[in-house]
């Protein structure tokens, strides 16, 4: 057996590195440090609840407005106070925003540019690829550079910029928009779907978000040659090298629920197990601490009771990330887990057919970007002139709150309480805390450490691209992971 | 053609979000901008396609000069725990603290540059107790010092150049490479905190589209109200080293125009002003904070005064979330 370690990982938002031992060129276990540590769920204690909106979207920088989001909720659930539609929709478009743009820098900047290494110069789809592709160099890189940031310009109006904004509040958004405003946003939605159509689709929104099954994104791959599009693109590189058959967990899937509009959510909440569909329950999150280098007892321990105590000392401990688990199991989170638990049927079949896995998660993201960018058109026409944008309340003296929203990259929450008018506990979970969890007391290894094992792995090789692919199709995001 | 310019960046406690914001440069857009200057990205956390031990062999080799490094870019604060030994942050692979990679780079490095606040000077992630003792290159707080300790100069023979801000300005970051690149950048371009003038001589406040409910001391009394926030929610926008208001940010945007105080996140300390963010700390009804370079008793009268001179217009639209009395239109028949 040997032993690989992996870093630093990049193309991830912050640091990672991987541990693997390796058996007759397959990984026979892995582990996953974040090794990076803030503080934030400390620093957090003792301020004024309402300074949890400037510390906490500071979190992550790319994920900035999903912390701000989780963050109101908790404030808005201790307060008691709901959200006139107006708020509600200002505030889902400014996170789709955000998820969008995620995507999109996750797909083209992040993941992509894996396919343009030298290590594939054998393969016919190179050529084209490392020309679309190749890190700062390609010309697909050097076209959506632009349209990302024209497509933000939204936040510009929106929330002021980002990342880092305090547009979100606990009852809406801050930032009314005028009628002509609206106008504006429309355009710019308008310019960044032909984006969208032109150069990651090939096709309009509406016929990718209307692909079923995976017979029919197959059919709709072979209609046009390989490179007419981004995703076909990918689709057929996806195929060469059996993509469907790298990187999967245990199939158990979590979504909290997406973009609510008046009491439902845009993308349905809950859990996917054994191929159907189920109710979450929430009061079943707890966090174990056995294998990360924090102090605490051998209990797993629900987030409104966790507790943040870095301990180096600490045995059997390989990573600052606690293991979070639903009712003692792991969980995947994401677009993927996301666009399951919405039925969404081409998600469910290509779940049912291959599970979760490398190729499955991509195209999860990108058919989210198409229902994504289509809701926001529907909910920049619904905000209703002369209407609120806010409302406001007292925090009171005492008080408990949760916020659990989803980020681009999956399920997040905020776990608040708040003693004599100040925060006495804050406690977090991020997607990424969920997918690179390190082992449980039970032994029980993490989403993405179960998804390496078997991988195929020459030890004579450096940093085997097969684990960087499996890796980054998580879109993970280590400062999220630890805060 | 100029000869090409390499910089390395490197994130250590921060959120990445320099990064993010360094994307949405425009006009040119990021690219164009760094290829238009010959500067040549060794590596990006982000962006670049080497990882693992391709990025452990160019460390090693700018560390030894075997590669020459024109500038080093840091983004995030430097984390000095626990106990000095600066295991909060392992490079990934490497089984080293960041702060000694970034000890033995800036040794290498004709320029080193803190991108944002965190890196400038600690930062949010040196707020409440600090868990991670936490500070910039060159700053610790407001004291000179951090990391490099005060007497540091890089090759070049400049002390850490602070492009501070939460997040920082993509042109901020732009402008500084560029002028590096150009070899244009002395001391007498920093300012006091060594941030770069080009926009730390600038207020917050100029150009803010609040400046008619500022000089009236019409203020919001709530988020979402039009008015001016510095008398209740906390805005420091007149204090503010930054050109926020005129350069703007994704567009159109800036805080201020978000609906939201400016909280002077350029400077250093910020993550702890005092008192909560969102509120104005007042002594006798007057905020502590007062306008840079304003007497204080020339603030007391003129706002006393102004108060008193409000329009109705002003008065009204500033504790709403939208125009509900338009501007007098001068010059119509009369009736």
Known sequence: MTTLSLGPFNRVEGDLEVHLDVEDGRVAAARVNSPLFRGFEQILEGKAPTDAMVITPRICGICSVAQSMAAARALADAMGLDVPPNGELATNLILAAENVADHLSHFYLFFMPDFARDVYAGRGWHAPAAERFRALSGRATAEVIPAR??????????????????????????????????????????????????????????????LDSAAALDAWRDAASPFASDLRGFLHVADDLGLERLGRADDRFMSYGAYPCEGSPTFAQGVWIDGTRRVLDVDGIAEDLSHAWMAGPGEPLPPARGITQPDMDRADAYSWCKAPRLAGRTVEVGA??????????????????????????????????????????????????????????????????????????????????????????????????????????????????????????????????????????????MVCTVH | ??????????????????????????????????????????????LSEASCSDVTTLLRRLCDGTEPLDALCVEGSLLRGPNGTGRFHMLGGTNRPMIDWVRELSGRARYTVAVGTCAAFGGITAAGNNPTDACGLQYDGAEPGGLLGADYRSGAGLPVINIAGCPTHPNWVTETLMTLALGEMDETALDALRRPRMYAD??????????????????????????????????????????????????????????????????PNFEEPGHAFAVTPKIAGIPIGLPTDMPKAWFVTLASLSKAATPRRVKVNAVHERTMIPPTIHGLPED
């Open chain 2, 202 to 267: 600038h207020l917050v406040h100029h150009g803010c589209t609040r400046n008619e409910y500022y000089e009236f001391k019409a203020s919001a009394e709530k988020p979402s109200d039009m008015g001016c926030m510095m008398e209740h929610l906390g805005c420091k926008g007149t204090q503010a080293h930054g050109d926020c208001n005129t350069r703007l940010w994704n567009g159109e945007g800036s805080c201020t125009r978000g609906g939201y105080a400016c909280i002077n996140c350029t400077a």
């Open chain 1, 336 to 477: 993927l887990a996301r666009q399951l638990v919405d039925g969404h049927p081409l998600i469910v079949d290509l779940v049912r057919v291959s599970g979760g896995n490398v190729r499955n998660r991509v195209v999860a993201r990108l058919l989210e970007i198409a229902r994504t960018l289509m809701s926001m058109e529907r909910w920049l026409r619904s905000l209703r002139a002369g209407e609120p944008y806010c409302v406001f309340g007292r925090m009171p003296a005492d008080a408990e709150g949760a916020g659990l929203i989803e980020a681009a990259r999956g399920s997040l929450g905020h776990w608040l309480r708040v003693h004599k008018g100040r925060i006495s506990s804050y406690q977090i979970i991020a997607p990424t805390t969920w997918n690179f969890s390190p082992r449980d007391r039970g032994g029980t290894p993490g989403a993405l450490e179960q998804a390496l094992v078997g991988t195929p792995v020459d030890p004579l090789v450096d940093d085997p691209v097969s684990v960087q692919h499996i890796v980054r199709s998580f879109d993970p995001c």
């Open chain 2, 1 to 46: 053609m100029r000869r090409s310019f390499s910089v390395l960046w490197l994130q250590s406690g921060g959120c990445g979000g320099c990064t993010m914001s360094l994307l949405n440069a425009e006009s040119p857009d990021l690219l164009a901008t760094l290829s238009g200057f010959g500067i040549h990205l060794l590596w990006h956390p982000s």
């Open chain 1, 149 to 210: 940031a024209a497509f933000l310009h939204l936040l510009g109006t929106l929330a002021g910029k980002w990342p880092h904004t305090l547009t979100l509040q606990p009852g809406g958004s801050s930032r009314a928009i005028e009628t002509g405003e609206r106008v504006r946003l429309l355009a710019i939605v308008a310019h960044f779907r032909r984006f969208l159509e032109e150069r990651l689709f090939g096709d309009t929104l509406e016929r990718i978000a209307a």
